[in-house]
């Protein structure tokens, strides 16, 4: 099939972008109200876009309580969700009014953070302490702003649980972290391998070699 998202016309109950654009990894996000309350939320238009200096994002559609904290306070931490908190991960989404506090709410141990006040989910096996940077608010094709508000933040410290450390590396799968599908459906990372990327040449090589182009 094809559709036009103009239209959207794809004849399906739900929209499938979702779960083209998937799995998607949850930034679950900690901030502060001025006053020092806790606020958590997951977010899974989430990822990192920088290595170095290392830089994530989240975006916000509409412009919630998240939003507003970082930009007040200035600071944020991603918290690594995880199968064994995926509940606790799904009832910090509630819409809970600004000043309660979700990690309590959840059942969920905060962990002082070393760099920035928001503190971190002290079972997340991973943080990342961040330090806001700027807010990208979207434009459509025309140019008019829209209510999607991309937060950008730079990594200043990483917490990471040490179990979870084996042979010098960081043991992604042994994390089981949760990602978000289309619908209400998720992945978990249970499994991983390995793929060498190539130098030019090792790809060109047998091109050469044949005189011209691989074929397949
Ligand atoms: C797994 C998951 C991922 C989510 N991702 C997003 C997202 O990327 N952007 C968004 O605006 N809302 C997202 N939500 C909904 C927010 O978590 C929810 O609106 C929450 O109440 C926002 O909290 P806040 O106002 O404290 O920031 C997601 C919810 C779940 C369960």
Same mark, same amino acid.
């Given at each position: 099939m094809?559709?036009a ?7 399906l ?10 799995p ?15 606020? *958590?939320?997951p ?23 998240s ?7 200035r ?13 606790? &991960? ?5 819409p809970?009014?600004?000043?309660i506090?979700? &990690? ?8 002082s953070?070393? *760099?920035v ?6 079972d ?5 302490e ?7 608010? *979207?434009?459509?094709?025309? !140019? ?8 950008? !933040?730079?990594v ?14 960081l043991?992604?799968?042994? &994390? ?18 390995? &793929?060498t990327?190539?130098e030019?040449?090792?790809?060109a090589a047998?091109?050469?070699?044949? !005189?011209g182009?691989r074929s397949?």
């Open positions: 094809f559709y998202t103009s239209a959207n016309d794809h004849g109950p739900y929209d499938p972008l979702k779960a083209i654009v998937a998607r990894p949850i930034g679950w996000i900690t901030s502060l109200t001025a006053r020092g309350e806790i606020n *958590l939320a977010y899974s238009y989430f990822n990192a876009v920088s290595t170095r200096p290392p830089i994530v994002c989240f975006s916000s559609e509409g412009r919630k309580d939003v507003a904290l970082v930009e007040e306070t600071e944020f931490v991603c918290n690594i969700a995880t199968w064994d908190l995926r509940d606790a &991960m799904n009832l910090t989404s509630a809970f009014p600004r000043g506090d979700e &990690m309590r709410e959840a059942g969920l141990r905060p962990a953070s070393r *760099l006040k928001p503190p971190r989910v002290a997340a096996p991973c943080a990342l961040c330090k806001w940077l700027q807010t990208l608010t *979207l434009r459509d094709l025309d !140019g008019q702003p829209l209510d999607r508000h991309v937060v950008f !933040g730079q200043v410290g990483v917490h990471i649980d040490d179990r979870f450390i084996a042979n010098g590396r043991d992604t799968a042994a &994390m089981k972290p949760i990602a978000r599908c289309g619908y209400d459906q998720y992945a978990v990372v249970a499994e991983v391998f390995s &793929m990327r190539p030019v040449a090792e790809v047998p091109r050469v070699a044949a !005189g182009r397949g």
